[in-house]
């Protein structure tokens, strides 16, 4: 049965159209025929279709939750109590979660279902999904292609079918290149609405969580359940709900900006084409759209890199085998069980990064690099300061290419860090990015679209993707 959206789908399982004992039953058998995806790293089959017995019968007496049934997928890097929590790490193989991130908590309380956790690139540290110790995720669109990355396996499993909705992190784009390689809508937030309370750290100033569905009803709704102030994350914060259901017409009058940086050399022209010939539609429609300028666009991939390593080179000095994780048994001191478990617990990127951030923060190369770095992300930020004093939401590819064949990039980590290049600015900047999947290329591969707003303005991305919607 189909449904198009989570509000929808709870009013048919009240007039008895929809069981949703079913409905997680057919999840299952998807997730199960398209195991080759390997876009879960958990499946938890018997406890979804438990909590889907006690749900019905929840929604059939009235007394249910927001998202009641909505079937939902969690990227590994979130904390669920007595699950398992790896962040498709070896160095986390047998880890089980103490507590519940405040995020999933929030699904919990809303009485929807969480099917089982995704896959994604090694703590977060990838744009393929191939930096995984599960495996690579397959693209569901064509599966010599990647699904992106980090978030890969929470982008293949909603745009396959195998759950309504997933949460994803971004931390550079991990939320909104997947979906824009997948063919989905993908959100990354404002750094702030949504606590990051139970997300293992990768790099805490430009970390977020979101969502990824296949309508953008679902996004808002979930954003809505998700956000909030947390006392345990000191940078989360109270915000205004976003008004649900999104109305059309909402954003009639908003002005669009289109930055020429984004539109530049290395874009792929079918993207660039598209993008263009969309624009033109919206101004039939009304809207006003014209050229603004980010000059500091050129500085974005080396300002993340170097800001993000530095943090996440301190975030990751916790797994020294002695607290927690994988220990190494070969080791006969201190120093060498240290040393040792970190050489056989982490990936190659991750091992990169680490090296990297250290450099970075190193005495010589402090100034040099770090303080330089956090100069010039205040720059970034400006830059946006100054666009949104003239245009309402700015709009550009999310990626410069479509999905590319596995294997395409991995020896080459400077090409891979280049598929950021439009995305990782909303995270030094705070602001919150929107994938819209716009079309398809003529090999049949998704093309997405990325709104960014000023901070706390996710309503005008939702109100503009209702106007686009194809
Ligand atoms: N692909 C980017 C990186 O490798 C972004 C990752 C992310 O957003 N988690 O850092």
């Known amino acids: 049965m189909e449904y198009r959206s989570i509000t929808e789908k709870i009013s048919l399982i009240q007039q008895n159209k929809i069981s949703l004992i079913e409905n997680v039953k057919q ?3 998807r997730i199960d025929e398209r195991k080759n ?44 109590k007595n699950h398992p929590l790896t962040c498709s790490s070896k160095i986390l193989e047998d880890f089980t979660s103490l507590y519940t991130a405040t995020a999933v908590q929030k699904l919990l309380d809303e009485d929807a279902i969480i099917i089982g956790k995704t896959n994604c690139d090694e703590f977060a540290m990838g744009s393929s999904n191939e930096n995984s110790a599960f495996g690579p995720v397959l693209n569901p669109i064509d599966e ?113 900006g289109l930055p020429k940086e984004y539109f530049g050399e290395g874009l792929d022209n079918e993207i660039r084409d598209s993008i263009y010939f969309l624009m033109g539609t919206l101004k039939l429609k009304g809207f006003e759209v014209e050229e603004i300028s980010l000059p500091m666009t050129e500085y974005n991939i080396a300002t993340y890199y170097i800001l993000t390593t530095a943090e996440a080179s301190s975030n990751l000095a916790r797994y020294d085998g002695a607290r927690y994780g994988y220990r190494s048994k070969n080791s006969s001191t201190l120093e060498e069980m240290y040393v040792d478990s970190r050489t056989e617990g982490f990936g190659d990127e991750v091992k990169r990064r680490i090296m990297l951030g250290t450099y970075v923060l190193s005495s010589g190369y402090f100034d040099a690099y770090y303080r330089k770095a956090q100069k010039v992300r205040r720059l970034i930020k400006e830059d946006f300061d100054k666009a949104f004093s ?35 600015s909303a995270n030094l900047a705070g602001i919150p990015g929107l994938n819209i999947p716009i079309e398809k290329s003529k090999d049949g591969l998704p093309i997405g679209l990325q709104i960014l707003a000023n901070r706390f303005e996710e309503e005008k991305l939702f109100g503009l993707a209702k106007e686009i919607i194809f």
Do not use: W
């Open 390 to 424: 003239v245009v309402d939401v700015i709009l550009t590819p999310t990626t410069p290419t479509a999905a590319f064949k596995i294997g395409e990039k991995s020896n080459d980590p400077l090409q891979m860090y280049l598929s950021d290049i439009y995305t990782t």
């Open 27 to 29: 999840f299952l058998n």
């Open 37 to 80: 995806l390997n876009a879960f790293n958990f499946v938890f089959g018997d406890e979804a279709i438990n909590s889907a017995k006690v749900i019905e019968q929840k929604i059939k007496s009235g007394k249910h939750g927001r998202l009641a049934g909505a079937v939902i997928a969690i990227k590994d890097v979130l904390a669920y």
């Open 144 to 256: 010599s292609r990647v699904p992106g990355g980090s978030s890969g396996g929470s982008a293949a499993a909603v745009a396959a079918n195998l759950c309504d909705i997933s949460l994803g992190t971004d931390t550079g784009g991990s939320i909104r290149q997947p979906a824009a390689f997948c063919g989905i809508y993908g959100l990354k937030p404002t750094y702030g609405r949504v606590s990051r309370f139970g997300l293992t750290a990768f790099a805490s100033s430009f970390d977020t969580i979101g969502p990824f569905a296949k309508n953008i009803d679902d996004i808002a709704l979930t954003l809505n359940i998700i956000s909030g102030r947390d006392e345990n994350d000191s940078t989360s914060v109270e915000s205004e709900p976003i008004k649900y259901p999104i109305e059309n017409n909402a954003v009639k009058k908003i002005k669009i």
